[in-house]
């Protein structure tokens, strides 16, 4: 039978109460561990919503230590050529928050950032974030208020960073898909549009 969960009464009696630590883990402000992380971390999920509430989730990545920290509370992400679509930094001029999740490959703790954001155009600091020659064209600056770890369970029930049980090729290709779901070319010439564009857009 099912049983939702409306109050925080309900959930506590489910998920328990969390332990002193992992409560006061929390900081408003980047310690030196913080940056270290943030320094090998080659890969973010940056989490938005727009005024009605809807949610997305956005993945962004470069190089290690792609974020610049420019201070104890205040980090930026690049913004590199892509889709267009822009449908976090759409919800960030509509309600400026986000939360983010910072990973380092074969690690399973997690690094979380949360607080107000502001979409920049140009800064003093975009050429500290050029890759292969070219700054961004644009960075999401996030003023810190809430930076903590998470633990690694996830990953570990997961095993995502197990090369054994990785199985990429049991699912279709990019273009495969977006033929599959309308689109009004040939598989071939999805697969040479989706090649090229990759090629050509990643700076």
Request: hydrophobic fraction near 40%; glycine fraction near 8%; charge should be negative.
């Amino acid at each position: 039978m099912r049983r939702d969960v409306s109050t925080v009464e309900e959930l506590r009696a489910i998920v328990g109460e969390p332990a002193e630590l992992v409560v006061k883990k929390v900081s408003p402000k980047l310690a030196p561990i913080h940056r270290d992380w943030l320094a090998h971390s080659p890969l973010c999920f940056v989490a938005t919503t727009d005024a009605g509430g809807n949610i997305d989730v956005s993945p962004k990545g470069d190089p290690p230590g792609f974020v610049h920290v420019i201070d104890d509370t205040t980090i930026a992400i690049p913004e590199r050529p892509g889709n267009k679509r822009v449908d976090g930094y759409l919800n960030v001029l509509q309600r400026p928050r986000v939360g983010t999740l910072f990973l380092v490959p074969g690690r399973g703790d997690t690094l979380r950032i949360n607080g107000g954001a502001t979409v920049v155009a140009d800064a003093d600091y975009f050429d500290t974030m050029a890759v292969a020659g070219k700054r961004p064209i644009l960075a999401l600056e996030i003023a810190i208020e809430e930076v903590f770890f998470h633990c690694a369970k996830a990953f570990l029930r997961s095993d995502a960073w197990k090369p054994e049980t990785w199985r990429p090729e049991a699912l279709p290709s990019v273009a495969q898909m977006v033929k599959a779901m309308g689109a009004g070319l040939s598989a071939a010439q999805l697969e040479q549009f989706t090649e090229e564009n990759m090629r050509t857009q990643l700076y």
